[in-house]
């Protein structure tokens, strides 16, 4: 009899095959991002539907058999029902499930990258806290996790800690003072003191204090924007749900 595994993963994404089947890709602390087969998933009344679906956290019970692993029993731990009821916030939380798949890689231990996908979720669904904020910080410690941290001390060019109307250059990881950027400086990201601390913040604050700071009006937007244009160009690739949660919150909709 096939070895039982027991261990705690959430859905980032699920593809429906066969009749009744699901094939999960499915992020675990100990196993990292695993291909998961869910059998009768799509089923009525199946046991294991409701931790089969995309953003599913639960305790899982596998066994792998010919290189998969094969759902046995599950016990959902959350499913983020505020998020659910929320278009937007949805949208946002789908976004973050294929940014970690992207991120991640297969069979490679994952505790910090987990904890950050819980610790966002958990932000969004039940503490309210401000979508953009919550986004740009789980995009730039996510890039961080995976090797891609950038190098903000201090302007690249000088060695000054306090940057001079500082710029991000997000293409090389780094920040800037305007003065130093010369000629480049329009192909750079504008910052200011208060979206150049939270970036620093982000970078090396402790999973429980990774939010703990506020932002609003342009600070907010700068960091958001700096975050998001250096996730897209150090992972060379656009997100569909990325598209689509910003086409939700384009005015009039």
Known sequence: M????????IVLRETQTKEADKILTVLTAEHGRIALVARGARRKN????????????????V?????????????TLALWENIRRDIALLALASYFAELTEAATGEGERAEETLALLLNALYALDALGKPPEQVKAAFELKLLALAGYAPLLT???????????????????????????????????LPLDGGSLAAMRHVLGAERKRLLSFALDGGPLSRFARACETFTRIQLERDFR?????????????
């Open 63 to 75: 066994h792998e058999q010919h290189g998969w692993f094969l759902l046995d029993e599950a016990s």
């Open 46 to 61: 199946s046991k294991i539907a409701a931790a089969s679906e995309l953003l599913a956290f639960s305790e899982l019970v």
């Open 2 to 9: 096939p070895e039982k595994i027991v261990t705690k993963g």
């Open 241 to 253: 749900t990325l598209d689509f949660y910003r086409s939700l919150r384009l005015p009039g909709k």
């Open 154 to 188: 201090e302007c690249a060019v000088c060695g000054a800690g306090a940057p001079e109307e500082p710029l991000f250059d997000a293409r090389e990881g780094v920040v800037v003072c305007r003065k130093c950027a010369g000629a480049a400086a329009n192909g750079l």
